[in-house]
């Protein structure tokens, strides 16, 4: 498990879809723990289980239901949340602990926040949290990844995604006071990546207008 700030760590690496690198991250918040995205590989659930074990799994979007996720939230004793749109992608084994309901916000008291992106799918989330002891971290998803170090996007029509609520999405993420980018995966090369608030104003102009192009 690799600590990236005083309240926010990284789970190993892991290979999806063939190609595509994957973290998952875990968050300790003054009020919960959150495991952000999924992973496959049980062997890491003991070392959060020793950073004091995780209350809330939240899912970025349908990509990310395997036939792990039940296992997983077995052996974590978590809860599993994911956006309502989601519902439809699993079977009748397993289903989510807490669906959130129209398009938010969803805030906590701790103030983190779910915030449902559609445009990759129609069931995305993305995640924000201004720590206290760290920066503003976006928790990306897929809505915007990294392929060979450049950000890209991607609309998944076959699974409720379209343009236009990719660039009303990408314009919401713009307000936001972004200091460090997480994606949940990456092709050729994964990285965290630090922004200041002009480089962030300018990289989401310019997939809003490679998208209108």
């Known amino acids: 498990m690799n600590k990236i700030y005083a309240d926010l760590w990284q789970v190993p690496l892991e290979t999806r879809f063939g190609t595509l690198l994957s973290h998952a991250y875990f968050l300790k918040t003054p ?31 349908n990509h990310e239901i395997t036939e792990s996720v039940g296992e997983l939230r077995f052996v974590l004793g978590s ?25 938010g916000p969803f805030v906590g008291a701790d103030g983190f926040q779910a915030i449902y992106t559609p445009g990759h799918t129609d069931n995305n989330l993305c995640f924000y ?22 950000f890209k996007t991607l609309v998944m029509s076959s699974d409720g995604g379209n343009k236009q609520g990719l660039i009303d999405t990408l314009r919401k993420l713009r307000e936001l006071p972004v200091d460090v980018i997480f994606c949940s995966v990456a092709m050729g090369h994964y990285e965290i990546v630090e922004v200041t608030l ?6 989401m102009d310019e997939k809003i207008w490679e998208i209108l192009d």
């Open 31 to 61: 009020e919960r723990n959150i495991l952000i995205s999924h992973f496959e590989d049980l062997g890491a659930a003991p070392q959060l289980r020793e950073l004091g074990g995780v209350d809330e799994q939240y899912l970025t979007h």
């Open 79 to 103: 809860k599993l949340i994911g956006h309502e749109n989601i519902a439809k992608f699993f079977d009748n084994d397993v289903s989510p602990d807490q669906l959130l309901e129209g398009s």
């Open 129 to 150: 949290y201004p720590s206290p002891v760290g920066k503003n971290y976006l928790f990306t998803g897929d809505t915007i990844y990294l392929d060979n170090g450049r």
């Open 198 to 203: 002009a480089e962030w104003h300018a990289l």
